[in-house]
């Protein structure tokens, strides 16, 4: 949610083409009516996202994991830590980096809409640092406006202000 939080302070150079890039993937898998079973569920699966961690932190963790593999006892200096990859590692990290991104600028947004609090990352924070999840969160007895109170109403709704947010648009296929 750190995150998540973060992306609502970009300037509107960074966000409008992930909201524009997000919803030509939404529409893709709307149309192919694969919203659940597509490989870009990743992208709609709202309760994961919010159980997840930043990809970058997995894999830096995995990075020094296998650092440590070949070299016991080693560490990062002053926590810096340099490695290149390319190929099919390098594709997977870079598409669920565009994933997570595109996911927490949407629900940002999506947040802000459903509870008209441009504040409720302070309140959802304040929640995890009593040691709440998400779910805990949206259960407790806290106002959200417009927010359904439990994980699956909650990526019901969320899928349902999507095709309000992405309509199909008549001059252009969906295919």
């Known amino acids: 949610m750190d995150e998540t939080a973060a992306v609502l302070m970009e300037p509107e150079n960074l966000a409008g083409p992930r909201i524009s890039q997000f919803g030509d993937r939404y529409r893709k898998l709307r149309a192919s009516g694969s919203l659940s079973t597509a490989p870009d569920n990743a992208l709609v699966d709202l309760p994961a996202f919010f159980a997840s961690t930043h990809p970058g932190a997995e894999r830096g963790r995995a990075l020094i994991a296998a650092m440590q593999k070949e070299n016991p006892g080693a560490t990062p200096k002053e926590g810096m830590m340099i ?83 992405f309509p199909i648009e008549p001059d252009r296929p969906e295919s």
Do not use: C
């Open 83 to 165: 490695r290149a990859s390319s190929g099919p590692e390098a594709e997977k990290f870079a598409e669920s980096a565009i994933h997570y991104y595109l996911q927490a600028t949407l629900t940002a947004e999506y947040l802000v809409a459903r509870t008209k609090d441009p504040a409720i990352f302070a309140r959802i924070g304040a929640a995890f640092g009593r040691g709440e999840t998400m779910a805990a969160w949206l259960a407790n007895a806290e106002p959200k406006g417009e927010l359904p109170r439990d994980l699956n109403a909650l990526q019901d709704d969320w899928l349902a202000w999507l095709d309000q947010r």
